[in-house]
């Protein structure tokens, strides 16, 4: 067969086996005497679904021809691969690689070597004989019978998973809500794990500075009137109920400056960049107080660009237009934190004994609080304009009128000790590769509501599960990591002063992570989410389990910014993440980010949504079996076609997009297909899977994300640009708003920055790719 027909597969000779196999099973004649190794390909290309995997724009490229005219931009979808995660390329004449490699030598059989083999054919029969008696005695089961074994495993487990222990475990939690010990709360969970039989539990604290409630809520006073209220539109001095005044004390943002100040309000609507061009035409905000709307930006980015307009105060609200209208927050003030991520005394590094200690009380110059909607319909004089028979009407303050107010802001920074919990599962074959399952633990100071004890319950109903098949004598091939992490309230501190200490052994040893981070918000809509890598693994999920009212979306998965402890591994480590979420779709309609605001929950809002614990079941099944298939499976089930897939999808329709990042993103296709076929897909065969060969493909899908790690990135966005704001965006996000940005900027530099980082981060993906495919040349070669 001629080196451009072939089929860009192949097998792993004889001599690349695992070390310590007998040397007679090491000779490829009696090998295909004894056992089948004709992989049968043709029954593989009749299987269902092939069709949607063909290699897209394979054919000839003219060097006189632009190469943008040769991208294949259109209809650019995820690859569906009948044996899962594995791309095929068709047998084409006219496809041209540079990582084409040669065929194998063809073996010239003449007469007299015919000879020598049948008079060896007979003593190679009878060594057959006594090997194929002891190999069926000794040797392992085959990988069909292997794969059979651990499918019922997973399903013996996952059966094990039950709503009623879920819903018994959820309970026990919640009697801990009251606690205002971390620590307290994190041993009872400690002996909870421990108790069911994982071996290696820790209790890891951090001394960190929280931004907490003064003694007195935060008030805002209409100079017009002289009206004096608190966040929640209640006027001052009022007798509060003691709930009442709870919550008072914690409507207000983390770490914003403290003072007093008296200005105009602005305003600012969501605080875009647009927004803000058409307010500086209009109007000075130097030491103005800006009114804006949570939503559609992260917060953070907001501020920033409210400081650099000159602000001095803001007061944040949510609309209730883009609310569901079941959702009733009029009089709900709630909590903002403005912390990037980690202790704020000890940025970039972990809080241990002997760190420096910044003194930052405030990470922003601003004066930020939040208040209610209804707050804001008495600032602007407005009645409620919602109701259930019209259209809701945005909460607007008129432009010719002038609203003077006076916003206190007090809170007190202060160093108080959180706990994680952190248990290991230790992997039988890979104990080094670390699969990560985490959540939070209710943290005192803060609104924490039952999120913590559903999160909590569903880890130790699957932690339950899985250590009955581990009492058994089973054990996963990686090691899974059981964590929950404290202060995720004030900005995932203790995620990532845990991740900041074992930076380097993470670095190396981290695989994926899988959140169950208050995975009930609604009970209409499954919602999954995940990096671009094991997005094919969660639409393999085709049976996901909708019970009652609950509809599957069309195993629709996106990867968008996602909220809690993940975003240490996704943003800092490049590690993979996913989280099945349920959510109302009116919820998932609106403005994305909302979910920045931590209101004060219900006591028994958690059993009203999911009364029967089926939904909490549903999402702790589809978990765990992700969870057991990542930390079993010799090959990690890691997609590299659909990042390329990926980052083709965010440069398509743009305008933005220079000649050369578009030219690097089809090489970065071509670079991934080519090594999805040549180096994935002989690890499909049971049979090739040589113990080197498979450590060195599962190192290069395990970082394969570390290369979209950019360095600078606006104020809440994720460094990993792979991740998207929100499900609209089609785009990488940071062009996108470098883009906006750039329409009011005397210069482009900002934009150019922005391009830089993504051209970038795709030429890193390509040579890496490329230099992956150069090592297994190098294999192949050495051992031919």
Same mark, same amino acid.
Request: glycine letters at 6%.
């Given at each position: ?30 090998? $295909? ?61 006219? +496809? ?6 040669? $065929? ?28 194929? +008696? ?69 209790? /890891? ?47 207000? $943002? ?97 809080? #241990? ?23 804001? !319909?008495?600032? @602007? ?14 909460? @607007? ?16 920074? !202060? %160093?108080?000790? @959180? ?27 803060? +609104? ?61 040893? $981290? ?26 693994? @969660?639409?393999?999920?085709?049976? %996901? ?11 629709? /998965?996106?990867? #968008? ?33 909302? +979910? ?78 080519? %090594? ?36 600078? #990135? ?71």
């Amino acid at each position: 067969m001629s080196t451009s027909k072939k089929m860009a597969y192949q097998r792993v000779n004889a001599e690349q086996r695992a070390p310590g196999q007998s040397p007679y099973l090491d000779n490829d004649d009696l090998q $295909a005497t004894a056992l089948d190794l004709e992989w049968d390909m043709e029954k593989e290309l009749e299987e269902p679904g092939f069709d949607q995997f063909q290699l897209e724009g394979s054919g000839n490229q003219n060097q006189g021809q632009s190469e943008t005219e040769d991208l294949n931009l259109g209809s650019i979808q995820p690859a569906t691969s009948p044996k899962g995660r594995f791309q095929r390329l068709q047998e084409d004449p006219d +496809y041209v690689t540079s990582y084409t490699r040669s $065929a194998p030598k063809s073996n010239h059989c003449n007469f007299c070597r015919l000879l020598k083999i049948f008079g060896t054919a007979t003593v190679v029969f009878i060594f057959g004989l006594l090997i194929g +008696y002891y190999a069926h005695k000794n040797c392992p089961p085959s990988a069909a019978s292997s794969g059979t074994e651990d499918r019922q495993l997973y399903q013996e487990i996952l059966k094990a998973i039950q709503a009623e222990d879920i819903k018994k475990s959820f309970r026990n939690l919640d009697q801990l809500y009251q606690s205002e010990d971390d620590t307290e709360i994190s041993k009872k969970i400690k002996t909870q794990w421990t108790s069911l039989g994982l071996e290696d539990v820790q209790l /890891v604290n951090y001394s960190v500075l929280l931004d907490l409630p003064g003694s007195s809520p935060s008030t805002l006073t209409l100079m017009s009137s002289r009206q004096c209220f608190y966040p929640n539109a209640q006027p001052c001095g009022k007798e509060a109920g003691k709930d009442s005044g709870q919550e008072l004390l914690y409507s207000y $943002a983390a770490y914003s400056a403290k003072g007093t100040l008296e200005a105009e309000v602005i305003d600012v609507s969501y605080g875009t960049a647009d927004d803000l061009s058409m307010i500086r035409k209009m109007k000075n905000a130097t030491n103005q107080i800006a009114l804006l709307k949570l939503g559609k930006l992260p917060l953070l980015y907001k501020l920033s660009l409210l400081e650099k307009a000159g602000f001095g105060g803001v007061l944040l609200y949510i609309d209730p237009c883009d609310v569901p209208r079941a959702t009733h927050l009029g009089s709900d003030a709630f909590l903002v934190s403005l912390n990037p991520g980690g202790d704020p005394s000890t940025p970039g590094y972990p809080s #241990v004994d002997g760190s420096f200690r910044h003194s930052r009380s405030n990470l922003t110059s601003l004066l930020v609080q939040p208040i209610s909607a209804s707050l804001v !319909e008495k600032l @602007i004089s407005s009645p409620t304009q919602r109701t259930q028979d019209v259209v809701c009407t945005p909460l @607007i303050l008129p432009s010719n009128e002038i609203r003077i107010v006076n916003m206190q802001v007090q809170t007190v920074t !202060e %160093f108080k000790t @959180i706990t994680n919990v952190v248990g290991y599962l230790k992997g039988s074959t890979s104990p080094d590769r670390y699969i990560f399952v985490g959540s939070h633990h209710h943290t005192p100071h803060s +609104y924490s509501g039952q999120a913590w004890a559903s999160s909590t319950a569903m880890i130790t109903a699957f932690l339950q599960a899985l250590m009955l098949s581990v009492k058994k004598g089973w054990r996963p091939d990686r090691t899974i990591v059981f964590c929950s992490w404290g202060g995720t309230t004030f900005g995932n501190i203790g995620s990532y002063e845990w991740g900041e200490d074992l930076k380097k052994v993470l670095q190396k040893n $981290a695989v994926a992570y899988v959140s169950l981070h208050d995975p009930i918000r609604g009970n209409s809509s499954l919602h999954p989410v995940a990096s671009p890598s094991l997005q094919q693994l @969660i639409a393999e999920k085709k049976h %996901f389990n909708c019970t009652g009212r609950a509809q599957c979306r069309n195993t629709n /998965v996106s990867s #968008v910014q996602i909220q809690g402890d993940a975003d240490y591994f996704i943003n800092h480590l490049g590690v993979p993440a996913l989280q099945f979420v349920y959510e109302d779709i009116n919820a998932l309609e609106g403005p994305s980010f909302l +979910y920045e605001a931590l209101f004060p929950q219900n006591k028994m809002k958690m059993e009203e949504m999911d009364p029967l614990f089926s939904l909490h079941e549903t999402i702790t099944k589809l978990s765990g079996e992700v969870i057991l298939q990542i930390a079993n499976e010799p090959v990690l089930p890691f997609n590299a076609l659909d990042i390329a897939l990926e980052v083709q999808n965010n440069l398509k329709g743009n305008q933005l997009n220079p000649h050369q990042l578009l030219a690097l993103a089809s090489r970065l296709r071509e670079s991934v297909e080519l %090594f999805q076929s040549d180096e994935m897909r002989p690890a499909n065969d049971p049979k090739e899977r040589a113990p080197s060969r498979i450590r060195m493909l599962n190192d290069i899908l395990q970082d394969m994300e570390k290369n979209f790690l950019v360095r600078q #990135v606006p104020p809440g966005f994720y460094r990993n640009i792979l991740y998207h704001l929100d499900e609209k965006a089609s785009q990488f996000s940071i062009l996108r708003e470098a883009w906006e940005q750039n329409k009011s900027l005397p210069s482009n530099e900002t934009l150019q920055e922005a391009l830089s980082e993504v051209l970038n981060s795709i030429n890193s993906a390509q040579a890496y790719f490329k230099a992956g495919l150069d090592v297994f040349e190098g294999v192949l070669v050495g051992k031919n």
